[in-house]
Every structure is written in structure tokens, then in C-alpha cells.
Nanobody, 126 residues
């Protein structure tokens, strides 16, 4: 079982930066992918990016809309994944979620994720 808690959301001006954290409490063995998603009002949940976790290699993937602006990293000692968001735009405004896909490597579809955090609001003012 995995519990995820996001933090770090808030209000930022366009062009600014924010770093989100996803603290993971893992009570099972095995490897995961930690994914970041976002959902704006009236829209479907959207894949932002993901990172391999506990695999023997590091791998990340990003959606085209954030590639070059967002970076995902992890701190295994702290069981925490991060989403560094730079050059933020108004269209990045959404609730951001982290999620864990057990036994899967670099997956984008939300249906592949088994555990979800509660979400954190990011608002970018233009």
C-alpha cells in the first residue's frame, strides 16, 4: 500500500516558479512509477510527467505541454518526488496530483495508477 501527500501549491505570477512535493509512505515492496497529473475545472485529468521509482535505472517522461519547463526528480532517502515548475503560464492553473503505478514503468494513462494523493492547487495569474 502507498499513501501520497502533495504540498507546495499556491498562487504565482506568470513566468514564475513553484516546486511541488509528493511524500510517499510505502508499505509494500516492489517498484513503481510516480506520476504527476493535473486537472483544471471542466477538463479531464491530464498527464504532466512521471519518474521511475525503485527500478534499477532512472527514467522520466513529460507531456509536450510542459517539456522544457517542468522537471521531475526524486529523493529516495526522503521518499519524496518533486515537480519543479518554471516559466509558468496561466494555462498551467489546475489541481495537481501525484500518483503511484505499482509494478509499471513510465506510464501516462491515469487508469494505470493505483494510488493517488489528495491534490494541491496551483494558480498562475496572468
Amino acid at each position: 500500500q502507498v499513501q501520497l501527500v502533495e504540498s507546495g501549491g499556491g498562487l504565482v505570477q506568470a513566468g514564475g516558479s513553484l516546486r511541488l512535493s509528493c511524500a510517499a509512505s510505502v508499505r509494500t515492496s516492489g517498484s513503481f512509477t510516480i506520476g504527476w497529473f493535473r486537472q483544471a475545472p471542466g477538463k479531464e485529468r491530464e498527464f504532466v510527467g512521471c519518474i521511475s521509482w525503485n527500478w534499477n535505472y532512472n527514467s522520466t517522461d513529460y507531456s509536450d505541454s510542459v517539456k522544457g519547463r517542468f522537471t521531475i526528480s526524486r529523493d529516495n532517502a526522503k521518499n519524496t518526488a518533486y515537480l519543479q515548475m518554471n516559466s509558468l503560464k496561466a494555462e498551467d492553473t489546475a489541481v495537481y496530483y501525484c500518483a503511484a503505478a505499482q509494478g509499471k514503468v513510465i506510464v501516462q494513462a491515469p487508469r494505470n495508477y493505483d494510488y493517488w494523493g489528495q491534490g494541491t492547487q496551483v494558480t498562475v495569474s496572468s
